[in-house]
């Protein structure tokens, strides 16, 4: 009851959202110390607030209440829908960024075997490579695993779905109705990807009198493959699907 007090004043006005201080004689401690007990920890609608602190009074003297440093619990926050959300947002522009590094590093393979083995060389031969791949793993699973949360949250607050589809902007896109699928589909891929060229025959070759793996022959050779192009070709329009759902939901989350 306290916090919807508290919560209600806030909305409709009765406490200021501006402004240095405030001093609140009445409502007192009670309504936050209730709050706390009740198990609330993170207050949405204080987050809208630019104000830093609140300042409530109880009798005398004036107790100094830090309402923002207290409502954003990390904890709170994150496991919460919008959170989680965040979450996913953030894990995948990391995958996105790591795509699109990974796909300028291959345009090396214009420049000729040398360049790409080189570079393929300096890579795996660098002893973060590891931080970055455990890094890029957790990413992963944050991502899938958080979407699957979010996925089935959904499903069970709406079992049954809308008797009509939404229209103009409300309208789901196919993008976003086949994100799971698509999402699936992309893993798929990056696992056979690395069965491919991570874990796949190893060819050497000599650079600079060093010996390293010749991994642009191998790329060579399975893009000679009709079957292999096809399915990097369909995998590359399933990621702009995918992409361009994800783009479009960080703008209106």
């Known amino acids: 009851m306290g916090l919807g007090l508290l919560t209600e004043a806030w909305a409709s006005g ?52 830090q309402l923002m440093a207290t409502a954003t619990s990390w904890k709170a926050y994150l496991g919460s829908s919008i959170g989680k959300k965040k979450l996913v947002g953030l894990t995948g522009l990391a995958i996105s960024f790591f795509t699109l590094a990974h796909m300028a590093g291959n345009l090396l393979l214009f420049v000729g075997p040398d360049a790409y083995n080189l570079y393929s060389h300096k890579l795996v031969s660098n002893p973060a490579i590891y931080v970055a791949e455990a890094g890029l793993v957790a990413f992963f699973l944050i991502h899938i695993g958080l979407t699957i ?87 590359l329009v399933i990621l702009g699907l995918h992409l361009s759902h994800g783009v479009k939901a960080s703008f209106q989350s």
């Open 14 to 65: 009765f406490l200021p959202r501006h402004g240095p201080r405030a001093s609140y004689r009445g409502m007192g401690l009670g309504l936050l110390t209730e709050a706390r007990a009740s198990g609330y920890s993170f207050f949405p609608q204080l987050l809208e607030s630019t104000a830093a602190s609140r300042y409530i009074q109880k009798g005398s003297p004036e107790i100094e209440v």
């Open 149 to 235: 949360q979010l996925t089935m949250a959904n499903r069970a607050a709406r079992p049954v779905g809308y008797a009509h589809s939404g229209m103009g902007v409300k309208k789901t896109s196919f993008a976003a109705k086949t994100a799971i699928l698509s999402g699936l589909l992309l893993l798929s891929f990056v696992v056979l990807h690395l069965i491919t060229f991570k874990y796949g025959p190893v060819y050497t070759t000599m650079v600079d009198g060093v010996e390293m793996r010749d991994i642009y022959t191998l790329v060579v050779e399975k893009f000679q493959q009709p079957g292999y192009v096809a399915w990097y070709f369909l995998s």
